[in-house]
C-alpha cells in the first residue's frame, strides 16, 4: 500500500509534479503476471474474499528458468473455496500439471517450484461463508548470458551458438561470424580475408 499526499499553501503556485506507479501486486479476478517478483493475493479491502469467486494468475516472467510461490498467509472455507497450484507447459498454460491442491482451511500450504518458468493459481468460491483468503509471493529466477533455462536448471550454449539475456533458446551464428566457445553471449566477427563457420574462421 502507498498514499501519496500534497499539501499546498495561500501563496504562489507552481507547475506541481507528475508521478507515475508499477505495481506487482495482483487482485482476484487476476491474469497474466509478467512481473520478475510479487505477490497475489484474493481478499478485497474488507479484508475478506466475496462469494462466488472464479480467479486465475498466470505467472511467466519472460525468460525465467523457473518461478516459486510461497504462501505468506491462508484462510479458505474447508473443502468449499478451493486453491489449486499448476506447473505450465507454455506461457498461454493450457497444458498443465498440478503442483499444489486442491488446498483449503486453515492450514498454511507448503511452497512451489515450477521449473518450466511458468505457474498458475485458480481460486473458486461458493456463494456463502467468507474468511481471509491467502496473500502468496512469487519469485523467478533466470539463467545468465549465453545459457538458456531446460527444466529448471540452465544449459549453455553449444559452439557455433549464442544467447543473449533472457533468451530461451540458442541461435546459431550468422555466416562470417562464429563463436568458439560454449556458452557465448554474441557471435565475432572473422577478420578480413578468412571465411566463417558458425564454430570458428579459417
Do not use: H
Not at 468460491?125 to 483468503?133: A, E, K, L, M, R
Not at 509471493?137 to 527444466?151: L, M, Q, V, W
Not at 549464442?162 to 533468451?167: D, G, M, N
Amino acid at each position: 500500500v502507498m498514499k501519496v499526499t500534497f499539501t499546498s499553501d495561500q501563496t504562489s503556485s507552481e507547475d506541481g509534479f507528475l508521478a507515475i506507479f508499477t505495481s506487482s501486486s495482483m487482485l482476484c479476478p487476476g491474469g497474466s503476471v509478467t512481473s520478475e517478483t510479487g505477490f497475489i493475493f484474493n481478499a478485497d479491502d474488507s479484508g475478506l474474499y466475496a462469494n462466488n469467486m472464479d480467479c486465475y494468475w498466470i505467472i511467466r516472467p519472460p525468460g525465467a528458468a523457473t518461478v516459486t510461490l510461497q504462501f505468506i498467509s491462508f484462510s479458505t472455507q474447508l473443502d468449499v473455496d478451493i486453491v489449486n497450484v499448476y506447473a505450465c507447459s507454455s506461457s498461454a498454460c493450457s497444458n498443465r500439471a498440478v503442483l499444489l491442491g486442491p488446498l483449503s482451511g486453515p492450514t498454511l500450504p507448503s511452497s512451489a517450484t515450477s521449473t518450466t518458468g511458468v505457474i498458475m493459481v485458480t481460486f473458486r468460491s461458493d456463494s456463502s461463508v467468507q474468511y481471509t483468503g491467502f496473500v502468496a509471493e512469487f519469485s523467478a529466477t533466470f539463467c545468465s548470458k549465453g545459457s538458456i533455462p531446460r527444466d529448471g536448471s540452465c544449459i549453455e550454449c553449444t559452439e557455433g551458438s549464442f544467447a543473449s539475456s533472457l533468451a530461451t533458446v540458442c541461435i546459431t551464428c550468422a555466416a562470417g561470424r562464429f563463436a568458439s566457445l560454449r556458452g557465448s553471449s554474441f557471435c565475432q566477427n572473422c577478420l578480413a580475408g578468412y571465411y566463417g563457420s558458425s564454430a570458428g574462421c579459417y
